[in-house]
């Protein structure tokens, strides 16, 4: 049963020669046949290009070299992030059969570990959403029970390792949209350090906030994997000039005398049972020797307004460059504006409209002040904020998701509701905190709900020490 | 970029003492902001190579292109050109950042430009004109160049109207750095003077080739015009001037436009202008109400720019010695003023050391001056210790004036190794001893009585027709200042 071990169980039968990546990819391939037409998880599925890598892997251990820590290990990639020759599509018709002619740095340290690409994601068009209906290609469903959504944006890459087409994958998270569909679909989702690993090749959103990071079935796979991908890049010059993430030292540290913090003033609208399965967890973390301390991060609920005005204005800019004159799809017209408008009226869904004409809005001249520059000070307020709590305690616990799985189109006219999906999530992304969800347990319906960790800059360690515990304490408790 | 200029007056008190362009009692109230292509390996934000004349579109890559999940890396060498440049202009190097400046082009790829806005590399210096009057300098900032469209059909090469345009991307992130002057300048001829000279300080340290004609360096002008000590008037700002001379020109044909324009109780309407070359003339570009909003905001794929002190040091210590002192030193070593003719011009083909060195090999540097002003190529082509070799022959007498010129076209064009004296010696320019001279002298006078008689009585005139017949005589090999000392020798 391959389907049920994890990456590093895989990585190590394939590196020992007990397994073949071969094996690997035929049983993984099986999985993404028998269900990927009710889950709808891929925009493209690379069978073709997953065999014959599977067959280099094996061919590496054969000949006595080590592929990696990841090899034979299938993963899954949103398809915002660059694959040389591989169509990337944003999940928009704007971007065409665009091959990038470059791999993204995150698919390039993969593929140096060994590990082996099976597919390209689905996403909300251009990352921009919280439940993968705003794709071009159709939604995804969440695997639990697929009258629901998977969550957002990198509800693909959520409901991939959930439907176990890949034990890994890997999602962007601008606000939350690795940690939203993660705790939607019952997986670990990791949005690292802003600056922990490299955004060169992930087609970007709003610059300030993208970030990359694993989805897994344990924590310590997503501790693997973000291991892999982190490290400083030169090509990125918001990379943080360190070495890759140490992290699985931390996993079995336990929690005794760690510091947990709980948000007194969190803003309200978690649902009753997502609060319960809060309190479970700082009761499991208590009980398992944490010590629990009340704070306040007054700005915190500040978060989800500044960030509709930065990322839609990152937004309007990144997105400028599809005009279809360099690469994409282009609609002709008898003139060079003409062509911008039909080009871009065509291959720009609802929800990309809609940010760019917000983020435009807030970036003109005689509004900036009132809503970008202002933005800009609620974001500053938020990280001192954060700081100031993080002077008492060593993580914060909150929910990562206000409610379980929602049907799909219950929020899809309505875009206010949809954002607030990210109420918990975004300040981090504000911030550049890390934050990650990990499974704790079911609520409504049966559906999963996920905690979300969060720790100070450059604390993704101590992020982990927490949610390994959680992980332990969750297996091992009913919900 | 355009800056909002404050109305205060000019810049340094000395430039009161100088000359202002006047028309029918308006003076002129000119910036300029200037374009400079750095002289770095590769571009400001990848690793294409920065190359003017190659094939279309070899120089390129997916930052120069903007493709998806591109980001831009900042080259550290641009930034030390632009510090240097700062630092030329006499102005401070601060904490920077880059911005976005949004619009939509088809030769601008990302549909943005990365451009320093809130806070450039370098601010508030100056620079002094060879006459000492004095420029203010705003800022100096870095930005990406764009790509270079072609509008094939149609009427003029505009866009608009065109069939079908081509696009070039290997200029696109080419690094420039703008420099912004104050708004000091107060004549054409010190609009020319500026460009002149930020060309020569821009070359000296190595910071571009600053071709005007190629486009590496490129001048806006942004002109008004008021009576003397009014308030600042609207402004328009001059493009597409492609050489010194043509800035002067369109300089003065705008402020004569504006004045005419308010002389008619006209307004001046804030636009961007078009000089063009051919009817000699500005026409309207785009008015200041179609001016796009570029939204800019800070670049998030770049982090700041905060030179440390110690870089700022090394980079200040290994300046060269900049035009204006190097005009002072040919000046003050060659009796002439430092913002004469040969002095400018020998400066600026930046020919003063080798004038001052054919001193240092024992030669007279004046006279090294006035034959390589006039002799571009000598530098090139004489080894300094001929030319000096020939300046002292010039001085000693040996040779006449006439004669050295006549010398050095030899040595330029590399007769008998450049050597001065045999080349005099084949000229038959051999040193004519004076008994020779004298001979030929009392003969004039002989053949010529009268003009003798009238020389002797004090008629100045009469000494032409004595020394016309002695360089006669000698075929020209005479010196005259010799001829008219020894007739004075014998009056009578």
Known sequence: MVDTTTAIEIADAVRSGTLTAADVVESYLAEIDARETDIHAFNLVLADVARERAADVDAQVAAGADPGPLAGVPVALKDNLCTRGIPTTCSSKILGDWKPPYDATVVTRLRDAGAIVVGKTNLDEFAMGSSTENSAFGPTRNPRDTSRVPGGSSGGSAAAVAAGFAPLSLGSDTGGSIRQPAALCGTVGVKPTYGAVSRLGLIAFGSSLDQIGPFATTVEDAALALEVISGHDPSDSTSIEQPSLDLRVALDQGVDGLRIGRITDLPSGASPDVEARLDAAFDALAAAGAKIVDVEVPAFGYGLTAYYLIAPAEASSNLARFDGVRFGSRVNAPDTNQMYMATRTEGFGDEVKRRIMLGTYALSAGYYDAYYGRAQKVRRLIARDFATAYADVDVLLTPASPTVAFEIGDKASDPLAMYLCDTYTIPSNLSGDPGMSVPFGTGDGGMPIGVQVLAPALEDATMFRAAAELERAADGGAS | ?492
């Open chain 2, 1 to 492: 970029m355009t800056i909002a200029y404050v109305n205060d007056d000019d810049f340094a008190p000395s430039n009161a003492d100088h000359e202002r362009w006047t028309h029918n009692g308006w003076e002129m109230v000119v910036g300029l902001e200037v374009h400079v292509e750095l002289a770095t390996a590769t571009k400001l934000f990848s690793a294409s190579p920065n190359r003017f004349g190659d094939e279309p579109n070899t120089n390129i890559d997916p930052v120069t292109l903007g493709l998806p999940g591109a980001l831009p890396v900042l080259n550290r060498h641009a930034v030390e050109l632009a510090m240097r440049l700062g630092l030329a202009l006499n102005c401070r190097i601060q904490k920077s950042t880059f911005a976005r400046k949004n619009y939509f082009y088809p030769d601008m790829p990302k549909a943005y430009q990365i451009s320093q806005y809130e806070d450039p590399i370098t601010a508030d210096g100056w620079l002094d004109l060879p006459d000492g009057f004095r420029v203010g300098i705003e800022r100096g900032h870095l930005e990406e160049d764009t790509g270079k469209s072609t509008h094939v059909g149609g009427a003029g090469g505009r866009i608009h109207g065109s069939d079908y345009s081509l696009i070039d991307f290997n200029r696109a992130g080419v690094p420039l750095v703008e420099v912004v002057s104050r708004p000091d300048i107060r004549h054409p001829d010190q609009a020319k003077a500026y460009a002149s000279e930020l060309r020569a300080i821009l070359v000296a340290i190595g910071a571009s080739d600053a071709k005007m004609e190629e486009g590496s360096m490129r001048v806006d002008a942004n002109v008004s015009v008021r009576k003397p000590g009014a308030d600042f008037n609207t402004r328009c700002e001059i493009k597409n001037v492609n050489s010194v001379r043509s800035l002067g020109r369109a300089i003065e044909y705008e402020a004569k436009r504006q004045i005419a324009l308010h002389e008619a109780g006209e307004p001046v309407v804030q636009q961007t202008r078009h000089w063009d070359e051919n009817d000699g003339k500005t026409h309207t570009l785009r008015s200041k109400e179609d001016a796009d909003d570029y939204r800019y905001f800070p670049e998030p794929d770049l982090v700041v720019v905060d030179p440390e002190p110690e870089w700022i040091d090394r980079v200040r210590a290994a300046l060269p010695v900049l035009p204006a002192a190097r005009r002072i030193a040919l000046a003050e070593a060659t009796g002439q003023s430092v913002d004469s003719e040969p002095v400018l011009l020998v400066v600026e083909r930046d020919q003063d050391r080798y004038v001052l060195d054919a001193g240092v090999a024992g030669g007279d540097v004046a006279l090294a001056l006035k034959h390589v002003k006039e002799a571009p190529d000598t530098s090139a082509t004489v080894p300094v210790d001929r030319l000096a070799k020939l300046t002292t022959m010039e001085s000693d007498g040996t040779i006449t004036a006439t004669q050295a010129k006549t010398v050095l076209e030899a040595m330029v064009a590399g007769e008998h190794e450049a050597d001065p004296e045999k080349i005099a010696a084949a000229l038959g320019f051999e040193a004519m001893d004076t008994s020779e001279l004298e001979q030929m002298v009392d003969a004039a006078i002989a053949e010529q009585p009268d003009a003798w008689e009238k020389f002797c009585a004090g008629e100045g005139k009469a000494m032409g027709a004595l020394v016309g017949a002695v360089m006669k005589a000698s075929k020209g090999q005479a010196d005259g200042k010799a001829v008219t000392a020894l007739l004075q020798q014998k009056k009578p």
